[in-house]
Protein backbone atom coordinates (compact mmCIF):
# COMPACT_ATOMS: atom_id res chain seq x y z
CA UNK A 1 0.00 0.00 0.00
CA UNK A 2 0.68 3.28 -0.59
CA UNK A 3 0.66 6.86 1.11
CA UNK A 4 1.28 10.59 1.17
CA UNK A 5 1.86 12.70 4.06
CA UNK A 6 1.43 16.45 3.37
CA UNK A 7 2.89 18.83 6.00
CA UNK A 8 1.33 22.00 6.56
CA UNK A 9 -2.44 22.27 5.84
CA UNK A 10 -1.95 26.08 4.86
CA UNK A 11 1.13 27.67 4.13
CA UNK A 12 1.36 31.58 3.78
CA UNK A 13 4.33 33.26 1.97
CA UNK A 14 4.50 36.61 0.87
CA UNK A 15 5.04 37.73 -3.68
CA UNK A 16 8.14 36.95 -4.40
CA UNK A 17 9.24 34.96 -1.42
CA UNK A 18 10.50 30.85 -2.29
CA UNK A 19 7.47 28.37 -1.98
CA UNK A 20 8.59 24.60 -0.01
CA UNK A 21 5.31 23.07 0.18
CA UNK A 22 6.32 19.07 1.98
CA UNK A 23 5.19 16.00 0.74
CA UNK A 24 6.60 12.81 2.60
CA UNK A 25 5.56 9.37 1.46
CA UNK A 26 5.41 5.33 2.24
CA UNK A 27 5.57 2.74 -0.33
CA UNK A 28 6.56 -0.96 -0.33
CA UNK A 29 7.39 -0.57 -4.31
CA UNK A 30 8.81 1.81 -6.27
CA UNK A 31 6.55 5.13 -6.11
CA UNK A 32 5.45 7.47 -8.69
CA UNK A 33 4.93 10.61 -7.62
CA UNK A 34 2.69 13.59 -8.52
CA UNK A 35 2.09 17.09 -7.17
CA UNK A 36 -1.74 18.60 -8.75
CA UNK A 37 -2.68 22.20 -8.47
CA UNK A 38 -6.69 23.19 -7.48
CA UNK A 39 -7.60 26.71 -8.20
CA UNK A 40 -10.88 27.95 -6.52
CA UNK A 41 -13.89 26.25 -7.74
CA UNK A 42 -11.95 24.03 -10.58
CA UNK A 43 -11.15 20.70 -10.78
CA UNK A 44 -7.30 19.53 -10.50
CA UNK A 45 -4.40 20.18 -12.64
CA UNK A 46 -1.21 18.29 -12.87
CA UNK A 47 1.52 20.34 -11.73
CA UNK A 48 4.57 17.65 -12.71
CA UNK A 49 5.43 13.87 -11.79
CA UNK A 50 8.26 11.56 -11.07
CA UNK A 51 7.84 7.52 -12.29
CA UNK A 52 11.66 7.04 -13.13
CA UNK A 53 14.79 8.30 -14.09
CA UNK A 54 16.21 11.97 -12.99
CA UNK A 55 15.03 12.81 -9.43
CA UNK A 56 14.72 16.83 -10.35
CA UNK A 57 11.66 17.21 -12.28
CA UNK A 58 10.60 20.32 -13.56
CA UNK A 59 7.05 21.34 -13.94
CA UNK A 60 4.71 24.21 -15.27
CA UNK A 61 4.33 27.58 -14.07
CA UNK A 62 8.18 27.01 -12.62
CA UNK A 63 7.83 24.51 -10.16
CA UNK A 64 9.99 21.85 -9.52
CA UNK A 65 9.90 18.39 -7.10
CA UNK A 66 12.79 17.05 -5.88
CA UNK A 67 12.47 13.04 -5.41
CA UNK A 68 14.97 11.74 -2.58
CA UNK A 69 14.40 7.89 -1.80
CA UNK A 70 16.63 8.41 1.32
CA UNK A 71 14.82 10.98 2.74
CA UNK A 72 11.23 9.40 1.32
CA UNK A 73 10.40 13.05 0.40
CA UNK A 74 8.88 14.84 -2.90
CA UNK A 75 8.63 18.17 -1.95
CA UNK A 76 7.35 20.95 -4.04
CA UNK A 77 9.56 24.25 -4.80
CA UNK A 78 9.37 27.58 -6.47
CA UNK A 79 12.26 30.34 -6.43
CA UNK A 80 9.73 33.32 -6.26
CA UNK A 81 5.76 33.14 -5.58
CA UNK A 82 2.94 35.15 -7.92
CA UNK A 83 -0.06 36.69 -6.71
CA UNK A 84 -1.21 33.54 -9.22
CA UNK A 85 0.15 30.84 -7.31
CA UNK A 86 -2.73 31.10 -4.62
CA UNK A 87 -4.20 28.00 -5.30
CA UNK A 88 -4.65 24.13 -3.19
CA UNK A 89 -1.75 21.77 -3.69
CA UNK A 90 -2.18 18.30 -3.91
CA UNK A 91 0.55 15.20 -3.40
CA UNK A 92 -0.29 11.74 -4.92
CA UNK A 93 1.34 8.54 -5.04
CA UNK A 94 0.69 4.87 -7.01
CA UNK A 95 2.58 2.05 -7.03
CA UNK A 96 2.63 1.70 -10.41
CA UNK A 97 -1.03 1.29 -11.21
CA UNK A 98 -3.65 4.18 -12.58
CA UNK A 99 -5.57 4.03 -8.46
CA UNK A 100 -3.74 7.77 -6.97
CA UNK A 101 -3.27 8.49 -3.39
CA UNK A 102 -3.77 11.66 -2.53
CA UNK A 103 -2.77 13.81 0.57
CA UNK A 104 -4.72 15.92 2.62
CA UNK A 105 -4.08 19.00 0.71
CA UNK A 106 -1.82 21.86 1.28
CA UNK A 107 -3.58 25.53 0.67
CA UNK A 108 -0.86 28.41 -0.44
CA UNK A 109 -1.73 32.02 0.03
CA UNK A 110 0.37 34.58 -1.47
CA UNK A 111 0.52 37.89 0.40
CA UNK A 112 1.86 41.30 -1.14
CA UNK B 1 -11.75 17.49 -27.05
CA UNK B 2 -13.60 18.51 -24.32
CA UNK B 3 -12.21 16.49 -21.96
CA UNK B 4 -13.91 15.30 -18.67
CA UNK B 5 -17.12 16.21 -18.66
CA UNK B 6 -19.40 16.34 -15.30
CA UNK B 7 -22.99 17.14 -15.04
CA UNK B 8 -24.70 18.54 -13.37
CA UNK B 9 -22.30 21.28 -11.85
CA UNK B 10 -24.37 21.50 -8.57
CA UNK B 11 -27.07 19.68 -6.81
CA UNK B 12 -29.35 20.31 -3.55
CA UNK B 13 -31.01 16.51 -2.90
CA UNK B 14 -33.14 15.65 0.30
CA UNK B 15 -32.45 12.77 2.39
CA UNK B 16 -33.61 9.71 0.88
CA UNK B 17 -33.40 11.21 -2.85
CA UNK B 18 -31.71 9.15 -5.32
CA UNK B 19 -29.56 10.51 -7.98
CA UNK B 20 -26.89 9.91 -10.56
CA UNK B 21 -23.92 11.56 -11.31
CA UNK B 22 -23.05 11.90 -15.11
CA UNK B 23 -19.16 11.82 -16.51
CA UNK B 24 -17.98 11.47 -20.13
CA UNK B 25 -14.48 11.21 -21.76
CA UNK B 26 -14.05 11.78 -25.34
CA UNK B 27 -10.61 10.67 -24.96
CA UNK B 28 -10.91 6.45 -25.71
CA UNK B 29 -9.86 6.54 -22.24
CA UNK B 30 -9.92 3.04 -20.76
CA UNK B 31 -9.63 3.72 -17.26
CA UNK B 32 -12.11 6.00 -15.42
CA UNK B 33 -12.58 6.73 -11.27
CA UNK B 34 -14.75 8.84 -9.18
CA UNK B 35 -13.14 10.63 -6.23
CA UNK B 36 -15.18 12.71 -3.36
CA UNK B 37 -13.23 15.73 -1.72
CA UNK B 38 -13.54 16.94 1.90
CA UNK B 39 -11.92 19.64 3.51
CA UNK B 40 -8.83 18.62 5.28
CA UNK B 41 -9.35 14.67 3.60
CA UNK B 42 -8.09 14.83 0.31
CA UNK B 43 -9.59 13.39 -2.30
CA UNK B 44 -10.36 10.12 -1.42
CA UNK B 45 -11.27 7.15 -4.19
CA UNK B 46 -15.12 5.59 -4.70
CA UNK B 47 -15.27 3.48 -7.45
CA UNK B 48 -13.08 2.90 -10.38
CA UNK B 49 -13.32 1.11 -14.15
CA UNK B 50 -10.65 -0.19 -16.22
CA UNK B 51 -12.73 -0.58 -19.31
CA UNK B 52 -16.25 -1.19 -20.08
CA UNK B 53 -17.79 -4.08 -18.07
CA UNK B 54 -15.59 -3.20 -15.39
CA UNK B 55 -15.83 -2.14 -11.99
CA UNK B 56 -13.90 -2.21 -8.86
CA UNK B 57 -14.31 -0.21 -5.52
CA UNK B 58 -11.85 2.33 -3.92
CA UNK B 59 -11.49 3.38 -0.68
CA UNK B 60 -15.33 4.79 0.12
CA UNK B 61 -17.73 2.67 -2.00
CA UNK B 62 -20.83 2.30 0.65
CA UNK B 63 -23.78 4.11 -0.79
CA UNK B 64 -22.56 4.29 -4.26
CA UNK B 65 -23.09 2.40 -7.58
CA UNK B 66 -21.15 2.93 -11.02
CA UNK B 67 -21.54 0.78 -13.98
CA UNK B 68 -19.72 1.21 -17.33
CA UNK B 69 -21.27 0.00 -19.99
CA UNK B 70 -19.45 2.59 -22.93
CA UNK B 71 -15.63 3.24 -22.84
CA UNK B 72 -17.25 7.23 -22.73
CA UNK B 73 -19.14 7.08 -19.58
CA UNK B 74 -19.04 6.88 -16.44
CA UNK B 75 -21.79 7.55 -14.11
CA UNK B 76 -21.96 7.34 -10.03
CA UNK B 77 -24.96 6.62 -8.35
CA UNK B 78 -26.35 7.36 -5.07
CA UNK B 79 -29.04 5.41 -4.21
CA UNK B 80 -30.44 6.55 -1.05
CA UNK B 81 -28.64 10.27 -0.35
CA UNK B 82 -27.89 10.65 3.19
CA UNK B 83 -26.06 14.00 4.74
CA UNK B 84 -22.56 12.73 4.87
CA UNK B 85 -22.57 12.28 1.24
CA UNK B 86 -22.21 16.49 1.36
CA UNK B 87 -19.00 16.99 -0.79
CA UNK B 88 -17.42 17.43 -4.02
CA UNK B 89 -17.20 14.68 -6.80
CA UNK B 90 -14.68 14.83 -9.17
CA UNK B 91 -14.52 12.20 -12.04
CA UNK B 92 -10.94 11.78 -13.77
CA UNK B 93 -9.62 9.02 -16.83
CA UNK B 94 -6.80 8.05 -18.10
CA UNK B 95 -5.12 5.33 -20.46
CA UNK B 96 -4.58 2.23 -18.88
CA UNK B 97 -0.96 1.20 -17.54
CA UNK B 98 -1.63 -1.73 -19.20
CA UNK B 99 -0.20 0.37 -22.20
CA UNK B 100 2.74 0.06 -20.67
CA UNK B 101 3.67 3.65 -19.35
CA UNK B 102 1.93 6.02 -16.74
CA UNK B 103 -0.48 8.76 -18.23
CA UNK B 104 -1.56 11.62 -17.12
CA UNK B 105 -5.24 11.08 -15.21
CA UNK B 106 -7.39 14.23 -16.42
CA UNK B 107 -10.03 15.32 -14.19
CA UNK B 108 -13.47 17.11 -14.62
CA UNK B 109 -14.67 20.01 -13.25
CA UNK B 110 -16.04 18.62 -10.49
CA UNK B 111 -20.02 18.50 -8.99
CA UNK B 112 -20.59 19.98 -5.70
CA UNK B 113 -23.39 17.70 -4.09
CA UNK B 114 -25.56 18.98 -0.68
CA UNK B 115 -28.15 16.84 0.89
CA UNK B 116 -30.11 18.12 3.22
Known amino acids: AQSVTQLGSHVSVSEGALVLLRCNYSSSVPPYLFWYVQYPNQGLQLLLK??????LVKGINGFEAEFKKSETSFHLTKPSAHMSDAAEYFC??????????FGTGTQLKVEL | NAGVTQTPKFQVLKTGQSMTLQCAQD?????MSWYRQDPGMGLRLIHYSVGAGITDQGEVPNGYNVSRSTTEDFPLRLLSAAPSQTSVYFC???????????????FGPGTRLTVL
Open chain 1, 92 to 101: AITGGGNKLT
Open chain 1, 50 to 55: YTTGAT
Open chain 2, 27 to 31: MNHEY
Open chain 2, 92 to 106: ASSYSMARGAYNEQF
